[in-house]
């Protein structure tokens, strides 16, 4: 953890030289701009991750704030792949400045590898938390403390989204440290490819069929008879039951949003004028978006396994947003909307690990009596303050919304301290 302040906005130009200083003295080199918009992007992102993922009522949620049943997106699917792709553009960034101060490919190699398994372990220990089984066991009758710690064990999801973006960061940062442009776009062609032809045209074992014909089911893909076969039933995430959304196989693709944020990256950081750079982003983001949408004629998008049209068609989408907040935020300067997002953008581990953490807590640990029974702590808040004389939907989107201002409050506490916690 560090409590000192991201540097922020543009650098100074080199310094007209004194013409009575020594002519030894050379003038300093301009620093590297840092984008405000960068950290809006992320945060808008981190708000987003957590406005549709703690509503009042699952069963009274808008349609965009849902996930498509399976194939097709809404601009809920559109919140993990964008972190994701900032996630590979801020690995550029934060790499080349470091290789910039003197770090050799091995240290940032190591520092890569130690980032990646920190996130993972977060991830996993959200995933395991509260380490024993709360509430009733399955098959024990009077459980004690040890069979409530050994079911959990038993019946932990392995992998998640923190554990994702570990090893989507960890495997997307060094393939792309030492690698060319050229050879960046050759691993991305290979990963993408390569996950098409093997989703679609390898047999999926005890079907008897190929993978094309089982791709509009949720159990019968490829890609969820590795996630049983590697994970077990007991190790996914039990609202997919047969399958898991962040599983072993389609977690490889998720390594091509990385590279694709890596690119991105590489041109943002070009000594080329701001405003060409921001052009540059929405050509590409509309040819990749474009790509996506006609590759999911014949490999649809899906979020649930991120298939090769999915990771273009979000990474164009990406690239479009946040040339837009380019365009307004750096050239334009229009920035009076821009300091709740920044704040979420610039922790965003705390945003989401705390808040991850506290929706466990009150969704389905903490209970309270109402009316003779117990009940979680979030449904009973939203029935009493929102739910008792507001529709349900807008019920359920008025607790998320107070949900995110609750953590608002927080990250701008830590924001004032000046507190950042970065792995």
Same mark, same amino acid.
Request: glycine residues 10%.
């Given at each position: ?243 898991? =959304? ?6 490889? @693709?998720? +390594?091509?949003? !990385?590279?694709? $944020? #890596?690119? %991105? ?74 300091? =709740? ?6 922790? @965003?581990? +705390?945003?989401? !690990?705390?808040? $991850? #953490?506290? %929706? ?64």
């Amino acid at each position: 953890m560090t409590t000192s302040a991201p540097r922020a906005g543009e650098g100074l130009g080199p310094l007209t030289p004194d013409v009575t200083a020594p002519p030894a003295v050379a003038a300093p080199k301009p620093t590297r701009e840092r984008l405000l918009s960068l950290d809006v992007f992320r945060g808008i992102t981190v708000a987003g991750m957590l406005l549709v993922n703690d509503p009042g009522s699952w069963a009274a949620i808008y349609p965009p704030l849902e996930h498509a049943p399976w194939n097709g997106w809404t601009p809920t699917d559109l919140i993990f792949p964008f972190f994701l792709f900032i996630v590979g553009i801020t690995t550029e960034l934060s790499l080349g400045a470091r290789r910039s101060r003197g770090a050799s490919d091995g240290d940032l190699a190591k520092a890569i590898v130690r980032r990646g398994a920190i996130i993972f372990l977060l991830g996993f220990l959200m995933s395991w938390f509260p380490f024993f089984q709360w509430g009733a066991v399955d098959g024990i009758a009077n459980p004690t403390f040890w069979d409530r710690i050994v079911y959990r064990v038993d019946h932990v999801r392995v992998f998640g989204v923190l554990q994702r973006i570990g090893i989507a960061y960890t495997l997307g940062g060094l393939l792309t440290l030492r690698t060319t442009l050229k050879q960046q776009i050759v691993m991305l062609a290979v990963i993408l490819y390569g996950y098409w032809i093997v989703m679609t045209l390898v047999p999926v074992p005890g079907t008897g069929m190929l993978g094309d014909w089982m791709l509009d089911t949720k159990g019968g893909n490829l890609a969820a008879w590795v996630d049983r076969a590697v994970l077990g039933t007991k190790h996914i995430w039990v609202g997919g039951i047969v399958f898991d =959304p962040e599983g072993p196989l389609s977690t490889i @693709p998720a +390594v091509g949003t !990385v590279i694709l $944020g #890596v690119i %991105a990256g590489r041109w943002i950081a070009s000594p080329r004028a701001l405003l060409e750079r921001i052009a540059g982003l929405f050509a590409a983001g509309c040819l990749a978006a474009m790509v996506g949408m006609i590759w999911n004629w014949s490999f649809p998008i899906n979020k649930s396994l991120w298939t090769s049209s999915f990771v273009l068609f979000t990474a164009g989408m990406a690239a479009l947003t946040l040339a837009t907040c380019m365009w307004l935020i750096d050239i334009h300067r229009v920035t009076r909307w821009t300091k =709740p997002f920044v704040v979420f953008g610039v922790n @965003p581990i +705390v945003a989401f !690990v705390g808040s $991850g #953490v506290m %929706a466990r807590l009150v969704y389905s640990i903490f209970k309270v009596t109402v009316n003779g029974r117990p009940v979680a702590v979030q449904q009973a808040f939203n029935d009493a303050v929102f739910a008792s004389w507001l529709p349900p939907r807008v019920a359920s989107l008025c607790f998320a919304l107070t949900f995110v201002l609750f953590w608002y409050a927080i990250l701008l506490v830590l924001h004032r301290k000046r507190i950042y916690v970065r792995v």
